[in-house]
C-alpha cells in the first residue's frame, strides 16, 4: 500500500509540474499577443502585462515549492496564483463580454477588428489559465495535505525529539518517570 501511496504523489507531483509549465507558454503567449495589440502607452496594457508576468512568477514559484519542498515557495506560490487566478477570470470575462469597450480602453494602434480578434484569443488564453490555476492550486493543496499526512514535512511531524512536537504528548512522556506521590 505504501508503495502505490508513493506512485500517486509521484504522478500528482508530474501532473503539477506539467501544468505549471502550461501555465508558462499560456501567459508569455498572453503577454506576446497583448504585445502585438501595440499597448504601451495605456496604463490598463499595462497592467494586463503585469497579470500575465505575476501569472509567469506564479508558475516559477509552484516549480520551485516542488523541487524545494519548502513552506515559503509553497505560500507564495498559493498567494501567487489565487490572485492571479481571480484577475484572469475577471479579464477574460471583461474581454468576452465587452471587447470593443475593453479595446478602446487599451487604446490600441491596431485596427478595430484586428484588435477584437487579437483581444478574444487573449481572453481565451485568460480563460484557459483560469482554469489551469484552479487546477494548480487543488493539485498544490493535496500534494501538501498528503506531505503532512505521510510526515515527510519537517515543520510538523511529531515524531521528532527536537522539541516540535505536541507539548502534551512530550508532558505526558516527561511524566511517565515520577512516582504517583511526586505528581500529587
Not at 105 to 127: H, M, P, T, W
Request: with cysteine; net charge positive; charged share 10%.
Amino acid at each position: 500500500m505504501g508503495l502505490n501511496v508513493i506512485n500517486n504523489n509521484n504522478k500528482k507531483h508530474k501532473v503539477f509540474i506539467l501544468c505549471n509549465y502550461i501555465l508558462l507558454g499560456a501567459a508569455s503567449s498572453c503577454i506576446f499577443l497583448t504585445l502585438s495589440l501595440r499597448l504601451f502607452p495605456s496604463l490598463c496594457g499595462a497592467l494586463l502585462i503585469l497579470l500575465h508576468v505575476f501569472t509567469i512568477l506564479g508558475a516559477v514559484s509552484g516549480c520551485a515549492a516542488v523541487s524545494n519542498g519548502t513552506n515559503r515557495w509553497y505560500s507564495a506560490h498559493m498567494v501567487f496564483n489565487v490572485l492571479t487566478a481571480i484577475f484572469q477570470g475577471s479579464v477574460s470575462v471583461l474581454i468576452f463580454t465587452t471587447t470593443s469597450t475593453f479595446l478602446t480602453r487599451l487604446d490600441s494602434y491596431v485596427r478595430e477588428e484586428d484588435g477584437a480578434v487579437i483581444l478574444k484569443l487573449a481572453g481565451g488564453l485568460g480563460a484557459v489559465i483560469f482554469f489551469l490555476e484552479w487546477l494548480v492550486l487543488t493539485l498544490a493543496f493535496f500534494l501538501k495535505y498528503y506531505d503532512i499526512v505521510e510526515g515527510n514535512n519537517n515543520t510538523n511531524n511529531t515524531n521528532n525529539n527536537n522539541g516540535n512536537g505536541n507539548g502534551k504528548v512530550q508532558q505526558d512522556e516527561h511524566f511517565k518517570d515520577w512516582s504517583l506521590a511526586s505528581k500529587l
